[in-house]
């Protein structure tokens, strides 16, 4: 079949990638770090990158959109970025220490994010929406979360009912028994959740479930902040990914809509480790030493780390300008487009849809308006927007980085340094996956 002729073709074109995951198996679970980089039948394994592409461990290159997990919104070795934390390595790279570099972040953190009037630094993402949600149930005085169905916010035990694992064995009954869940979008049954039991925290992705795969829907996040507001709920927006990336202040800024906490990672940390939480004073003071004993607790080895701080302030100096969001969103407009044209040439139940410099496919996709959808906002239905034919999408995966090019499979990042020349490249590499594995299953 020609499905294994592809097959044997990616493991004839990266040997040595293939060597080291047979090595990482036996020491690593998976042999992998990360959920997402599982590939079938291995992933590739990477030496460096630049720009917009990188290099595997055979030589070959590739046309990168998995951007760091979006991360890397400048794109791989922005000379700025290196120079700072270059410069920053020869000094130290952990003093235990307060530092100057520490006060410029949060300086730039405050003057970019609306209605932030205090930030504290993280060392993840997963730890930033940790910590939002402790301040928010001591704020409150209430345990209860209200989470949206399909919205991801990490890994940790409060934020997994409704995320992409669903129920992760290990997590406690009572954690679980403290978080609610509401359909995306539904703005009835989020006031009938917290009018059913005082409530501690909304949490939610602004751009919508799983890095915008399930779109909010226009005019929802004003409905929430009202029922935030009304309900005594803290409103907590899950900016890791959007933060910087929709507008300098992310998608406060990008909406008009003000949370009372933000988290950010990825790209507020210039692409190396961190993450933060910012918001209105009266919460954030919480975590003052003056409180005593009623001050929320926030130790952390890496909190502000040196390296990630000159990252981070080097990467926002460059992105407050909006030039680098602008760059990536025309370049995401005319990859999107061109997926389409792919998927309507070849007739097949696909669409190519995505929001600013993010980018979605949807497979198994019978909607009616894909014909003249404007591909930003989406009234398909949720549940098969999130249902991920993840046989399906591994397979464009593997067949795309045999053309040239990674991304995650459902979806990717696009960075201000794509070129023309890099999505048109993209989007023939696209039609020759689809080709391959439509013929593969006519055979």
């Not at 080291?20 to 679970?29: R, S, V």
């Not at 980089?37 to 394994?45: D, M």
């Not at 098969?384 to 053309?403: A, F, G, I, Q, S």
Request: with cysteine; proline share 5%.
């Amino acid at each position: 079949m020609q499905q294994d002729a592809m097959e044997e073709k990616y493991r004839q074109k990266f040997p040595r990638s293939r060597e080291l995951y047979e090595a990482a198996k036996k020491m690593i679970p998976d042999g992998i770090t990360h959920d997402i980089r599982y590939s079938e039948p291995f992933p590739v394994y990477i030496t460096h990158g630049a720009g917009a592409h990188k290099w595997d461990v055979d030589g070959n290159e590739y046309i990168d959109y998995f951007g760091g997990h979006g991360a890397l919104l400048l794109g791989h070795q922005h000379p700025q970025v290196v120079e700072a934390v270059a410069d920053q390595a020869r000094k130290g790279t952990h003093f235990g220490a307060c530092h100057p570099l520490e006060v410029e972040w949060a300086r730039l953190v405050i003057s970019l994010v609306p209605g932030a009037d205090l930030v504290r630094f993280t060392s993840s993402g997963t730890e930033a929406t940790l910590l939002a949600l402790r301040l928010a149930r001591a704020f409150t005085g209430r345990e209860r979360v209200v989470k949206l169905d399909a919205h991801f916010h990490g890994w940790h035990d409060t934020v997994v009912p409704g995320s992409v694992s669903a129920r992760s064995p290990g997590v406690p009954r009572s954690t679980l028994e403290c978080v609610k869940l509401c359909p995306p979008n539904d703005v009835q049954a989020l006031e009938a959740a917290l009018a059913e039991q005082p409530t501690a925290a909304i949490i939610l992705e602004p751009s919508g479930a799983s890095f915008g795969r399930v779109p909010v829907r226009p005019g929802f996040l004003a409905e929430v902040r009202e029922l935030g507001t009304r309900f005594g709920a803290v409103l907590i927006f899950d900016e890791v990914i959007t933060g910087f990336r929709l507008a300098p202040g992310g998608a406060q800024e990008y909406y008009g809509v003000n949370a009372d906490l933000v988290t950010m990672g990825k790209i507020v940390s210039g692409g190396l480790p961190g993450g933060a939480v910012a918001g209105r004073g009266d919460i954030m003071g919480l975590l003052e030493m003056k409180r005593g004993l009623g001050k929320v607790s926030h130790p952390g080895t890496f909190n502000g780390n040196p390296l990630s701080a000159a990252a981070g302030v080097a990467a926002l100096r460059i992105i407050a300008t909006g030039e680098p969001i602008a760059a990536a969103n025309a370049k995401t407009a005319a990859l999107i487009k061109g997926f389409n044209r792919v998927i309507a040439a070849k007739g097949i139940d696909w669409c190519a849809y995505g929001h600013a410099s993010i980018f979605q496919i949807a497979m198994n996709c019978d909607c009616a308006k894909k014909s003249d959808c404007v591909r930003t906002v989406c009234t398909y239905d949720w549940q098969k927007l999130r249902n991920h034919d993840r046989p399906k999408e591994l397979k464009l995966r593997r067949n795309m980085l045999l053309n040239g090019v990674d991304f995650v499979g459902s979806g990717g990042w696009v960075s201000a340094v794509h070129s023309d020349l890099d999505i048109e490249e993209t989007i023939a590499a696209f039609e020759r996956s689809v080709e391959q594995m439509y013929t593969s299953e006519a055979n």
